[in-house]
């Protein structure tokens, strides 16, 4: 299995709703990533995952809750957003020791989030 | 710095034309280079990594260290190409995980 699945697809939520993303792998990548993606942009690194330990949290509001419950998930818990928030959520995986080669990152379909 | 410059938002071209995307870099230590491609409605996908040296869909990127760039190019542009594509690069040797992306080239290819 080569892909990097997340759940829900769409999501619209209010500001005071309380909901979570969800992305799973299973290529064995010990590595584990959220992105932010607004339209025609690069994806902006929000938290990093290696060893299901968080690594790096790219000053994140705390209104974006992330967890990694075991090698293969990683889940994104949202409350309380505001609508500057809503933008294309991409998860993605990799090998988590960096190395010569092998440091490609696989992205999931992302779930387009819209805050109401 | 750690930084990765696309210099063109837009490149269109038509139908069989050469296609070719700059890409510049700066990293202190070793980077490992990537092209991915994100076309409209679908995932972010790697197109090519330097290290592999290979050609797919008719696309190749050589990294020239001496110029600090990663150009992706393809001799043919087919109309299926168009997309948004990214440049991206990842450091190693050190602890770090993140990929730096560039802020994209949006190809169209004209029929």
Redesign the interface.
């Known amino acids: 299995d080569t892909e990097v699945t997340q759940t829900p697809k769409h999501l619209v939520m209010g500001m005071t709703n309380k909901k979570s993303l969800k992305c799973e792998q299973h290529m064995g990548h010990r590595?584990m990533?959220w992105y932010k993606q607004k339209a025609?942009?690069?994806?902006e690194?929000m938290f990093?995952y290696?060893y299901e330990k968080l690594?790096?949290n790219e000053s994140v509001p705390s209104r974006f809750s992330p967890e990694c419950p075991n090698s293969s998930l990683l889940n994104l818990h949202l409350h309380a957003l505001q609508p500057e928030d809503s933008a294309l959520y991409?998860c993605a995986s990799?090998q988590?020791i960096?190395?010569?080669?092998g440091?490609?990152?696989?992205?999931?379909?992302?779930t387009r989030l819209t805050v109401t | 710095a750690q930084r990765v410059t696309q210099p063109e938002k837009l490149l269109s071209v038509f139908k069989g034309a050469p296609v070719e995307l700059k890409c510049n870099y700066s990293y202190s230590g070793s980077p490992e280079l990537f092209w991915y491609v994100q076309y409209s409605r679908q995932r972010l996908q790697l197109l090519l990594r330097h290290i592999s040296r290979e050609s797919i869909k008719g696309f190749t990127a050589d990294l020239n260290k001496g110029e600090t760039s990663f150009h992706l190019k393809k001799p043919f542009a087919q109309e299926e190409d168009s997309a948004m594509y990214y440049c991206a690069l990842s450091g190693y040797g050190g602890a770090t995980n993140k990929l730096i992306f560039g802020t994209g080239t949006l190809l169209a290819v004209q029929p």
Not at chain 1, 40 to 43: N, T, V, W
Not at chain 1, 98 to 101: A, C, K, L
């Open positions: 590595a990533y025609k942009k690069p994806p690194l990093v290696s690594s790096i991409l990799s988590a960096p190395r010569q080669g440091n490609e990152q696989y992205f999931g379909p992302g």
